[in-house]
């Protein structure tokens, strides 16, 4: 048995449009998990013709999932940082204050589309922060960043049902420590910029957390909580997410760079970090704020 749900932004999913698409799919009843937002029905099998109906509701600013309805609710989320969890990447951000910032943006987003080596990437972009006052930090952390909607509510929500929730960065310790202490996070990991005299040496500290350390993380903490990895899900938008992605039961590429999209089952591309609860079956009642 499986579950297709259907994810818009506010206002925009017509009941019309998911008791058409439950017809033509020969589902079950529609159930409503959010007004006008998401709602799901029960499917005997994935269709044949499920990519191109994804893509005609790609035009309307629909989310498409389909998925096995059994064990669909996660006991532990792994989340990317960047453009993830936060709107922004904090080393674009920090670039910008160091005047390099087109440069390093470019860097950033070849290396996000996986164009270019993660690790080699890195280096190269926080060798260009040589020199830059590390007081420039908590200005962009205070400025620049902004959380992702529906972050919080994920987090709560998800340990409020018992999970447990992990950040893991290819970002910088001194940005992913204040995300995960601001929405709840459980623990984080992520690299450490090398600050001498009150400003950075154009270095970060070895080894730097890449695709395969997020890979490792998954499987470290799956293995201490007792649980198998098709009881994680896993969230992310670049190149170096795609390994924990394909391994996590439920790997969503969320706003993701075109390349990475398109290796991953779950494509959310017009609803916020919410549609990681509705994907798993959680109604807007169940959703918990964080106390």
Not at 55 to 81: H, S
Not at 82 to 108: F, H, K, N, W, Y
Not at 137 to 166: N, S
């Amino acid at each position: 048995m499986h579950v297709v749900t259907l994810i818009a932004p506010p206002g925009r999913l017509a009941p019309a449009l998911v008791e058409s698409l439950r017809n033509a799919w020969g589902g079950g009843a529609a159930v409503w998990l959010a007004p006008d937002l998401a709602a799901e029905f029960a499917l005997d099998a994935v269709p044949a013709n499920f990519w191109e109906v994804w893509a005609e509701l790609q035009t309307l600013g629909v989310d498409l999932v389909a998925q096995p309805a059994e064990g669909r609710r996660k006991r532990l989320l792994i989340a990317d940082m960047d453009s993830t969890m936060i709107g922004q990447e904090c080393i674009d951000e920090l670039a910008d204050e160091a005047g390099v910032g087109p440069r390093v943006a470019e860097i950033t987003a070849r290396a996000m589309n996986g164009e270019l080596d993660f690790e080699g990437a890195l280096r190269e972009r926080v060798g260009l922060l040589a020199g830059l006052d590390a007081g420039v930090i908590d200005r962009v952390l205070a400025e620049r960043i902004t959380c992702t909607p529906g972050g919080a509510e994920l987090i709560a929500t998800m340990k409020a049902h018992g999970g447990y929730c992990v950040l893991v960065s290819g970002g910088f310790t001194s940005f992913a420590a204040r995300v995960a202490a601001e929405l709840g996070f459980d623990e984080h990991q992520a690299n450490t910029l090398l600050i001498e005299g009150g400003r950075l040496t154009g270095q970060v500290a070895e080894p730097i957390l890449g695709r395969e350390a997020k890979v490792a993380a998954l499987r470290s903490v799956s293995a201490r909580l007792g649980i198998s990895t098709g009881a994680v899900m896993a969230v992310g938008d670049g190149a170096n997410d795609l390994g924990m992605l394909g391994i996590a039961g439920a790997g969503v590429a969320l706003h993701a760079k075109p390349a990475v999209a398109a290796q991953c089952d779950i494509r959310i591309n017009h609803g916020d970090l919410t549609a990681l609860l509705y994907i798993q079956g959680y109604a807007r009642a169940d959703f918990s704020a964080r106390a």
